[in-house]
Nanobody, 115 residues
Framework: QVQLVESGGGLVQPGGSLRLSCAAS????????MGWYRQAPGKSREFVAS???????YTADSVKGRFSISRDNAKKTLYLEMNNLKPEDTAMYYC?????????WGPGTQVTVSS
């Protein structure tokens, strides 16, 4: 069984920064794809960024240049560095793991950007 637990969310002013973490535990395949998604109130969940086990990254246009995804395979931890945050970045942020077999989601961490 795989578990994902996000942390690092909170309240930040526009222009501020946050670093999200996602700790994975359990049986993790050496070949996998991890990513961040977000869901704002009244909106559908949307892709933010992803990274393969080989380190290839993909980033949504809406956050490109401001958000950066990375991972530490030894620690089984995924990160999302978020800079120059905007009010429209306010959402619940979810960690996602895709590997052979079922997909997994974390419970989410709330990010609120407000003055």
């Amino acid at each position: 069984q795989v578990q994902l637990v996000e942390s690092g969310g909170g309240l930040v002013q526009p222009g501020g920064s946050l670093r999200l973490s996602c700790a994975a535990s359990g049986s993790i395949s050496s070949t996998n794809y991890m990513g961040w998604y977000r869901q704002a109130p009244g909106k559908s969940r949307e892709f933010v960024a992803s990274i393969t086990s080989a380190g290839i990254t993909y980033t949504a246009d809406s956050v490109k240049g401001r958000f950066s995804i990375s991972r530490d395979n030894a620690k089984k931890t995924l990160y999302l560095e978020m800079n120059n945050l905007k009010p429209e970045d306010t959402a619940m942020y979810y960690c996602h793991l895709q590997q052979p077999g079922p997909h997994y989601w974390g419970p989410g961490t709330q990010v609120t950007v407000s003055s």
